[in-house]
């Protein structure tokens, strides 16, 4: 069956510090994989997503995330963490060949000054 | 380009009351999404329209929860009675094709009392 897991729930960084939010896979078909940001009493903004082609993919606000097919994982990375970045991330997964678009339960992020 | 517009934002309504939620989706989006997101869980997949027929509905409480997405457009969602539970952020989201990227509303936050 398909799934996506966020294996951490919450993840508090400092400002200033490298963050990385974990995310694994389980799909039949060749991924598609996305990042979602959402803020208090927002909807959900597309960070990244990865298709195909070179595996590490740039997005938006300085993040990139890392495709590794042989560990079913598409972790997002930011080498410097503001405050702004605070929010809840969201994993998605889908597939050319599927009609449905999973998410994973999230990762809140807290950045402490 | 316009994005997935939503409304109402916010609505409070009794339990057993009757609710709709609308949605429009970006211009030439075939696909469209209703997503239920109880706070701190990730959004969960009520009904997948593709232009004006349903895909995927296998999550959608069919004994209260009804969907429609006339001449493949616009769509509402409606619930009727309404439980407690039933309190969550309702969200829609629109993409060129199934699987690919989704973008969303800023969602219907319902609350049930």
């Known amino acids: 069956a398909q799934s996506v897991t966020q294996p951490d729930i919450h993840i508090t960084v400092s400002e200033g510090a490298s963050l990385e939010l974990r995310c694994n896979y389980s799909?039949?078909?060749?991924?598609?994989l996305f990042w979602y940001v959402q803020s208090p009493g927002q909807g959900l903004q597309l960070l990244l997503k990865?298709?195909?082609?070179?595996?590490l993919v740039q997005g938006i606000k300085g993040f990139e995330a890392e495709f590794k097919r042989s560990q079913s994982s598409f972790n997002l990375r930011k080498p410097s963490v503001h405050w702004s970045d605070a929010a809840e991330y969201f994993c998605?997964?889908?597939?050319?060949?599927?009609?449905?678009?999973?998410f994973g339960t999230g990762t809140s992020l807290t950045v402490i000054p | 380009e316009a994005g997935v517009a939503q409304s109402p934002r916010y609505k409070i309504i009794e339990k057993r009351q009757s609710v709709a939620f609308w949605c429009n989706p970006i211009?030439?989006?075939?696909?469209l999404y209703w997503y239920q997101q109880i706070l701190g869980q990730g959004p969960k997949l009520l009904i997948q329209?593709?232009?004006?027929?349903?895909?995927?509905d296998s999550q959608l409480p069919k004994d209260r929860f009804s969907a429609e997405r006339l001449k493949g457009v616009d769509s509402t969602l409606k619930i009727q009675p309404a439980k407690l539970e039933d309190s969550a952020v309702y969200l829609c989201?629109?993409?060129?094709?199934?699987?690919?990227?989704?973008?969303f509303g800023q969602g219907t936050r319902l609350t049930v009392v």
């Open positions: 989201a629109s993409s060129s094709r199934p699987g690919t990227e989704a973008f």
């Open positions: 799909y039949g078909a060749t991924p598609y």
């Open positions: 990865y298709f195909s082609g070179d595996t």
């Open positions: 998605a997964v889908g597939a050319d060949t599927g009609n449905q678009f999973y």
């Open positions: 211009s030439g989006h075939a696909t």
């Open positions: 329209f593709q232009n004006n027929g349903v895909v995927d």
